[in-house]
């Protein structure tokens, strides 16, 4: 059975940090991508990163780029998200998702296969 399983999310102050866990069980790590996505109340799921697991390539959009960092331990089948600087905006539930790596950098959530259940980030005073 694939499993996507998310972990790490928290309330934390502004300018905070916090890193999520996404541990990957189920399919050959290295045949895919993945991919971290948030959702804030109201508002359509946006993709934020990705990793390609095989040779270590990261995507991120430029909002995030300079606060998120990805990563992933192959040995531990697990994908990381370390956010430094938190914003209230940034408040949102966080998914992780697998994708075929050929699709590695997409954000079109209709292509990737396997998903999360998801961690909630809540950024408040």
């Known amino acids: 059975e694939v499993q996507l399983v998310e972990s790490g999310g928290g309330l934390v102050r502004p300018g905070g940090s916090l890193r999520l866990s996404c541990a990957g069980s189920?399919?050959?790590?290295?045949?895919?991508?993945i991919g971290w996505f948030r959702q804030a109340p109201g508002k359509e799921r946006e993709g934020l990163s990705c990793i390609s697991p095989s040779d270590g390539t990261k995507y991120y959009i430029d909002s995030i780029k300079d606060r998120f960092t990805i990563s992933s331990d192959n040995a531990k089948t697990t994908v990381y998200l370390q956010m430094n600087n938190l914003r209230p905006e940034d408040t949102a539930v966080y998914y992780c998702?697998?994708?075929?790596?050929?699709?590695?950098?997409?954000?079109?959530?209709?292509?990737?296969?396997?998903w999360g259940q998801g961690t909630q980030v809540t950024v408040s005073s």
């Open positions: 998702a697998a994708v075929l790596r050929e699709y590695s950098g997409s954000y079109t959530d209709t292509v990737y296969d396997y």
């Open positions: 189920g399919f050959t790590f290295d045949e895919y991508a």
